[in-house]
């Protein structure tokens, strides 16, 4: 089944870790994001990449690294986790090339640092 | 950047009852509009999207928005709820003009009573 493929689904975390959330996408879509979802806060954009090999900055980038090595994977890296990041973590993908942009969501990883 | 405004948290309907969503945005050039549906422990779904065309857009299971260029607004209906549409509504719109990355709003909760 085509979509977006996160993982850990879940992980628990020590303060300071370094923590790597994988997302991979089989629709070759050209553009992906990473969103983080908060109660009473929505979701919020950490990083994106129009195209592979390109990466740019959202709302809430402090904190935070990706890398667009290729056209399917798009991981977030925390360099050294805090608690502020505990949350759901949803990584998207969408074809903005055709114009549609429309945003196909992981199921989500939820984070949580102590 | 561009922002966007949902007006209610938390709405609670009885089965049956009419359902409409408030959703305001700020940039007032074309705009692609969005409404996207988290059902409980689900990932983000698309409802449905505005583009250009008629203002009244209809979605799945028996969603629609209309589109109100005049008043900024993207609210999203339905006659009759279900217990099943109980879920969080997201409207979201490019971060600006031009741009691929979407702004969500911070949600609304909607639960049906059955």
């Known amino acids: 089944i085509a979509g977006i493929t996160q993982a850990p689904t879940s992980q628990i975390l020590a303060a300071g870790r370094r923590m790597t959330l994988r997302c991979t996408q089989d629709?070759?879509?050209?553009?992906m994001y990473w969103y983080r979802q908060d109660l009473g806060l929505g979701l919020r954009l950490i990083h994106y990449?129009?195209?592979?090999?390109?990466?740019g900055k959202g709302e809430v980038p402090d904190g935070y690294s990706v890398s667009r090595a290729n056209t399917d994977d798009f991981p977030l890296t925390l360099a050294s986790a805090v608690p502020s990041q505990t949350s759901v973590y949803f990584c998207?993908?969408?074809?903005?090339?055709?114009?549609?942009?429309?945003?196909?969501f992981g199921a989500g990883s939820r984070l949580t640092v102590l | 950047a561009q922002s966007v405004s949902q007006h209610n948290h938390h709405v609670i309907l009885s089965e049956a009852a009419s359902l409409e969503l408030g959703c305001n945005y700020s940039?007032?050039?074309?705009?692609?509009l969005f409404w996207y549906v988290q059902y409980p422990g689900q990932h983000l779904q698309l409802l449905l999207k505005?583009?250009?065309?008629?203002?009244l857009v209809k979605g799945i299971k028996g969603f629609e928005a209309e589109f109100i260029k005049s008043k900024f607004s993207f609210n999203l209906r339905k006659p009759s709820v279900q217990w099943s549409d109980t879920a969080e509504y997201f409207c979201?719109?490019?971060?600006?003009?031009?741009?691929?990355?979407?702004?969500f709003g911070k949600g609304t909760k909607l639960s049906v009573i059955p």
């Open positions: 990449s129009n195209t592979a090999g390109t990466t």
């Open positions: 629709m070759r879509h050209n553009a």
């Open positions: 979201a719109v490019p971060r600006g003009a031009g741009s691929y990355q979407l702004t």
């Open positions: 998207a993908s969408s074809d903005s090339i055709s114009g549609a942009n429309v945003l196909t």
């Open positions: 940039y007032g050039g074309t705009v692609n």
């Open positions: 505005y583009f250009s065309g008629d203002p």
